[in-house]
């Protein structure tokens, strides 16, 4: 086995942030992040420590490599409804074709999973949720700006089940849910709370 000094600590974070993803840190050993990485345990702890400090790592860096450009590029889209809606049509591509389909999002698997949890992990939880709640509010501001908006709603409640939406999205992807099915829902609860365009 490699000794700790000589292997990428990044490289086996980003070995292990794709093992939970695929099969949830919850359902996975440590012997079986020790066959992914195809470092010795005492490596892996030495350099992370134990699971619940290497699921708090690996989910961070999920965080940040996976949703943060995502989120920071709702946040700066001012196309209102429109950047929502794209949103969302990525998000269920994202989940249902490619390399990653059927995954669901690693956040979300988290929550679904992480019980009470360590604090660190519902810190990271947090702050993903704090941040897609944001972006999604950002679009909304746009859209109100635009006369999109219906009118007396509360955009912080509006964003916050926006943000459930895409939890939901994620969910039921990796459950194996079709596409049109999702994008269907999703039309329905933008819908909701925007009015139509003027032609």
């Known amino acids: 086995m490699p000794d700790v000094k000589h292997f990428d600590p990044e490289v086996a974070l980003d070995q292990v942030m794709t093992l939970f993803w695929r099969r949830g840190a919850e359902a996975t050993g440590i012997a079986e992040v020790v066959q992914a990485t195809g470092l010795s345990r ?59 389909a059927r995954w669901g999002c690693l956040v979300t698997n988290t929550h679904a999973t992480a019980g009470g949890g360590p604090p660190e992990i519902r810190e990271i939880l947090d702050r993903h949720h704090d941040a897609l709640r944001a972006a999604m509010r950002a679009a909304l501001e746009a859209a109100r700006a635009k006369g999109r908006l219906r009118p007396g709603l509360d955009p912080e ?43």
Request: with cysteine.
């Open 42 to 100: 005492s490596s892996l702890y030495a350099t992370f420590g134990g699971k619940e400090r290497l699921q708090a790592a690996a989910l961070g860096r999920y965080l940040e490599r996976q949703s943060r450009p995502v989120l920071d590029a709702l946040a700066a889209d001012t196309r209102g409804v429109p950047a929502i809606t794209a949103f969302f049509e990525r998000l269920v591509a994202a989940r249902c074709t490619g390399e990653h």
């Open 157 to 199: 409640a509006v964003a916050e089940a926006l943000t459930l939406q895409a939890y939901a999205v994620n969910l039921r992807s990796r459950a194996g849910a079709e596409a049109d099915v999702l994008l269907a829902g999703v039309r329905a609860v933008v819908d909701a709370f925007t009015l139509a365009e003027e032609r």
